[in-house]
């Protein structure tokens, strides 16, 4: 409360300096216990009756306005004093933080535990952290069908792990905008995704399925009248087909790791002002196997979605702010040709018998992260930025499956006929 007309005060403060305390539509009663505190507080308070604009806001402290669970705030214009009662009777009209909080600087979280030189912000009594749980198995097995295909796509070992910690920052003066940031880093982050496409079948055309295998609110942050922040936690598989037949099946994954050094600060208010690095994660291939015939393109990807709502004071956000950081982590692309011969379809590999059938592997592993932001219920985004973009080619690869190659038969009469004619000769 800047200005030279108004103030504002916590009862909490002087909670036992009360005998009793009154929340009425129009006024607080508070009794004092003793002369010197009654005496004390009327030459401090008089203040607001020596000017007609002259308020303050009184905010009482849970249940000091008896089953109340939160913080109330009161406009006070007014106040009459009972000398001999020690009781002070103000004239105050309950209202709430929308309207009380024109200017303030709210922090909630926090991303470094270094504290910050020289923050005028001291920490309140909310202890709940904003850390973003990432630990979440989500084993899954869904089909893919199309005119000459019918396929399945299933993972054994499909995780995440460690946490994304949070911090949301609001500043305003005179109920104007004039700071609103997000600021997330990852703390152990990690995913895996083993996954095995299989089916019979075949599509010339291009064929692209997303299915959602998880989406689960995660416990955000409430401050009933002041702040809502809800994180939502999606994860979705993805295959992408192309000219593919296929008669069995495929197996391939990756991990994938984030750097905990990595940080973005996201200025809602100014874009140009956005901040990130060491987003792009280290990336490590699980063996890719074939187990027969298959030849396309086959893309198979996990995409985790971490969805940030938040509103503060709603006059200053207006309907608030959607933030999403969207990952591709592992994503895996792989080109696939069926080959035959009869002298053996791959190249030779010591102690392996050679096969008449395989299957040339040439795969790429990558991942791509980007994030978004926009007004609470707007389809178009204020921005996005992409944050990292991978894409590493493997060694090729040669799976041999079917029939032994034939071992060469050997003509004895023809050999015995040569041996005739030399000794003849």
């Not at 692209?208 to 416990?219: A, E, G, M, N, R």
């Not at 099946?249 to 940080?263: C, I, Q, R, S």
């Amino acid at each position: 409360m800047p200005a030279d007309t108004e103030n504002i005060l916590s009862m909490e403060r002087f909670d036992g300096m009360l005998k009793s305390v009154e929340c009425n539509t129009d006024n607080l009663a508070l009794t004092f216990e003793d002369d010197a505190t009654f005496k004390y507080a009327q030459k401090v308070w008089d203040w607001v009756n020596g000017e007609d604009n002259h308020s303050f806001v009184m905010v009482a402290g849970v249940g000091d306005c008896g089953n109340n669970t939160r913080r109330m705030p009161f406009i006070v214009s007014s106040i009459k004093y009972d000398e001999e009662a020690n009781r002070a009777t103000l004239a105050a009209n309950s209202s709430d933080w929308k309207a009380i909080a024109h200017s303030y600087d709210l922090v909630v979280g926090q991303v470094t535990q270094a504290p910050e030189t020289g923050s005028k912000v001291r920490p309140r009594d909310i202890t709940k952290t904003t850390s973003i749980d990432m630990k979440h198995d989500f084993p899954f097995s869904v089909g893919i069908s199309a005119n000459g295909l019918s396929a399945n796509l299933a993972c054994s070992n499909c995780s995440s792990t460690g946490q994304f910690d949070m911090e949301f920052r609001i500043s305003q003066k005179l109920f104007v905008p004039t700071g609103a940031s997000m600021k997330v880093s990852p703390k152990g982050v990690s995913a895996i995704a083993q996954v095995k496409l299989s089916g019979s079948g075949s599509v010339t055309d291009s064929l692209t399925k997303t299915f959602d295998i998880l989406k689960v609110p995660i416990s955000g942050i409430t401050i009933p009248g002041v702040l809502d922040l809800g994180p939502f936690l999606t994860v979705a598989v993805g295959a992408e087909l192309s000219g593919i037949s296929v008669t069995a099946g495929v197996t391939g994954g990756a991990t994938a790791k984030l750097d905990d050094k990595a940080v973005l600060e996201v200025d809602l208010l100014d874009p140009k002002s956005n901040k990130f690095s060491g987003w792009e994660p280290s990336i490590d291939p699980l063996d890719v196997k074939v187990d027969a015939s298959i030849s396309g393109g086959v893309a198979v990807f996990l995409q985790p979605s971490l969805e940030l709502k938040a509103e503060a004071l709603g006059k200053c956000l207006g309907q608030g702010f959607e933030i999403g950081l969207n990952m591709k982590v592992p994503n895996i692309n792989a080109k696939l040709a069926a080959v035959a011969s009869p002298q053996g379809a791959c190249p030779d590999t010591p102690g392996q018998p050679k096969k008449t059938l395989g299957v040339n592997v040439s795969a790429n592993i990558g991942a791509q992260l980007n994030i978004a932001a926009s007004k609470s219920g707007s389809s178009d985004p204020l921005f996005t930025v992409q944050l990292a973009t991978i894409d590493k080619p493997l060694a090729s690869k040669c799976f041999p499956f079917g029939p032994q190659v034939a071992a060469r038969s050997i003509d004895k009469p023809l050999e015995h006929r040569h041996r005739l004619r030399i000794s003849d000769a």
